[in-house]
């Protein structure tokens, strides 16, 4: 299983971003996706998941509103849109294949089982 995320950059507070997760095989009509992220110095968080068997989603509460978890199965591609970001979202974002039994709830890096490499984000203010 390989995953790669990609789409990470600098931008200024209030920015966009959109970064895809682009993964081997067809691990996205098996296996529930999700993003997290790591900042210097802190432990590594959930930030969104997404379950394409059944279309269910869930966001942590710090990005409702301002982020967009969606998948292309056709592509085995899931996508991150980050709008309005702030200079606390910078960090490194992994996209990461996680057990199918916790669907898209209890998007913690605990319910991982494969990693992807990361790409970083950095939000200036």
């Known amino acids: 299983v390989q995953l790669q995320a990609s789409g990470g950059g600098s931008v200024q507070a209030g920015g966009s971003l959109r970064l895809s997760c682009a993964a081997s095989?067809?691990?996205?009509?098996?296996?529930?996706v999700g993003w997290f992220r790591q900042a210097p110095g802190k432990e590594r968080e959930g930030v969104s998941c997404?379950?394409?068997?059944?279309?269910?989603?869930h966001y942590e509460q710090f990005v409702q509103g301002r982020f967009t978890i969606s998948s292309d199965n056709a592509k085995n591609t899931v996508y991150l849109q980050m709008n309005s970001l702030k200079p606390e979202d910078t960090a490194v974002y992994y996209c990461?294949?996680?057990?199918?039994?916790?669907?898209?709830?209890?998007?913690?890096?605990?319910?991982?089982?494969?990693w992807g490499k990361g790409t970083q984000v950095t939000v200036s203010s």
């Open positions: 990461a294949a996680r057990a199918p039994q916790y669907g898209s709830a209890w998007c913690r890096p605990l319910s991982v089982k494969f």
């Open positions: 095989g067809r691990i996205m009509s098996n296996s529930p």
């Open positions: 997404i379950d394409s068997r059944d279309g269910s989603t």
